[in-house]
């Protein structure tokens, strides 16, 4: 929770309230179902929370943006992304059922109203959305093959409507077939933690 406030300012109660929350929730149900990697549990708040809350370090999405969480898995990114941005529409999608109901479960809890969750494959999702946010779900091209149909041209935030996915590693080679529109945000020049030396988020516009 201090990490949250680090690098995205004091939160509204109500944030405060929900991101205390997640902890005991995910380990609740992760003992049940293994959401995260049980080594990695301990890290929740740095490794997935703060890793998903980084895309806003790009973007601060305007209210009524309408944001699609595609392979949510866990929930991430988009219950922290919910979290912080409650004015903001975010459709959570997993086509693993068990996942998606423990999603369903997380929102519940958390009383979050700004979700909604589809159990479907990314490519039989038919909603419409100005981006599609993920954390390495599959290599960009075949990602952006997938979900490109689902986004809206335009766009009215500081970024044109597009994907923003969360990667790690040298994407040189991966990114190379989508052409000079991509664009490659290095996550340690926000965050200090040793853990984003190779995280990066990826931008591709439509």
């Avoid at 609740?28 to 809350?53: A, M, P, Q």
């Avoid at 004015?87 to 109203?113: A, P, Q």
Wanted: net charge neutral; glycine share 8%; charged share 20%.
């Amino acid at each position: 929770m201090q990490n949250l406030e680090k690098y995205f300012g004091p939160l509204s109660t109500r944030q405060s309230e929900r991101f205390l929350q997640l902890g005991p929730l995910y380990n609740y149900w992760n003992e049940r179902i293994n959401i995260i990697s049980r080594k990695d549990i301990g890290n929740l708040y740095l490794h997935h929370i703060l890793h998903s809350l980084s895309i806003a370090k790009t973007i601060r999405f305007i209210p009524g943006t309408v944001v699609i969480d595609a392979g949510t898995g866990g929930g991430f990114p988009g219950i922290p992304l919910a979290v912080f941005f409650p004015d903001v529409h975010f459709i959570l999608v997993d086509s693993i059922t068990k996942k998606i109901r423990i999603v369903e479960t997380l929102i519940r809890e958390t009383g979050l109203d700004n979700c909604e969750i589809r159990n479907v494959r990314l490519e039989d999702l038919n909603d419409k959305a100005d981006f599609v946010v993920c954390r390495a779900v599959a290599e960009i091209p075949i990602l952006f093959g997938w979900v490109k149909k689902n986004i809206i041209p335009g766009g009215v935030n500081t970024l044109k409507n597009g994907l923003l996915a969360l990667k790690g590693g040298n994407l040189e080679e991966e990114i190379k077939p989508m052409g000079s529109g991509v664009t490659v945000y290095n996550l340690v020049e926000y965050f200090s933690e040793v853990f984003f030396e190779t995280k990066k988020l990826v931008y591709v516009p439509v």
